[in-house]
């Protein structure tokens, strides 16, 4: 367990479906940020956060909804996906002003059917 | 913004030789060089880092070197074991931003 827990680990959705990943970190954090990785592609970058408040939103489609209530949990609202969007979803928070690396999730298999 | 670039994309070396990965960063202001495994079905682990004050650091098996001047990094897996292989991404950051830039990644396999 690396202090910051994903969940679910697993989710299969239909293309109308509603769905929601959760993020938590127990690590004193205070930026947290989500991640697309898709086979044999570079990790992209979705969403930043720092203290709540979203300070990044790398061009990703309206599907993709984030919300952080607090400097603790970040979700991920999920809504009219594509195929295309199957992917593993990651999280992960760092100790913004410190210059340090990044603590991931284990991430969320989401396969959008 | 900075653009990180990293070679091989796959490598194979037998259980006990030494495996090399390299990266290449854009901005000179890089000065946090992290690397990250990440193994099937986890996501990615940091496993040694370096900042630009230093041109080497060394972890057991692990060591990563730093060129400021040729703006390259490496990662030095000796002895390498079956439990090596994974997939190992680079990554840099600037100043306390914290923002990272990854790698494309070095899937290693270690073979027996």
């Known amino acids: 367990e690396t202090g910051v827990t994903q969940t679910p680990r697993h989710l299969v959705m239909g293309m109308t479906n509603k769905k929601s990943l959760k993020c938590e970190q127990h690590l004193g954090h205070n930026a947290m940020y989500w991640y697309k990785q898709s086979a044999k592609k570079p990790l992209e970058l979705m969403f930043v956060y720092n203290f709540k408040e979203q300070t990044e939103n790398n061009s990703v489609p309206s599907r993709f909804s984030p919300e952080c209530p607090n400097s603790s949990h970040l979700f991920l609202h999920l809504h009219t996906l594509q195929p295309e969007d199957s992917a593993l979803y990651l999280c992960a928070s760092s100790h913004q002003g410190q210059g340090d690396g990044y603590t991931f999730g284990s991430g969320t298999r989401l396969t959008v059917v | 913004g900075e653009n990180v670039e990293q070679h091989p994309s796959t490598l194979s070396v037998q259980e006990g030789d030494s495996a090399v990965i390299k990266c290449t960063y854009s901005?000179?202001?890089?000065?946090?060089f992290p690397w990250y495994k990440q193994e099937l079905g986890k996501g990615p682990q940091l496993i040694i880092d370096?900042?630009?004050?230093?041109g080497e650091k060394k972890d057991q098996r692990i060591a990563v070197t730093l060129n400021k001047t040729a703006k390259h990094f490496s990662l030095h897996i000796t002895e390498t074991q079956p439990e090596d292989s994974a997939v190992y991404f680079c990554a840099a950051s600037t100043g306390t931003a914290s923002k990272l830039t990854f790698g494309t990644g070095t899937r290693l396999q270690v073979t027996l």
């Open positions: 901005d000179s202001a890089s000065n946090y």
């Open positions: 370096i900042r630009s004050n230093v």
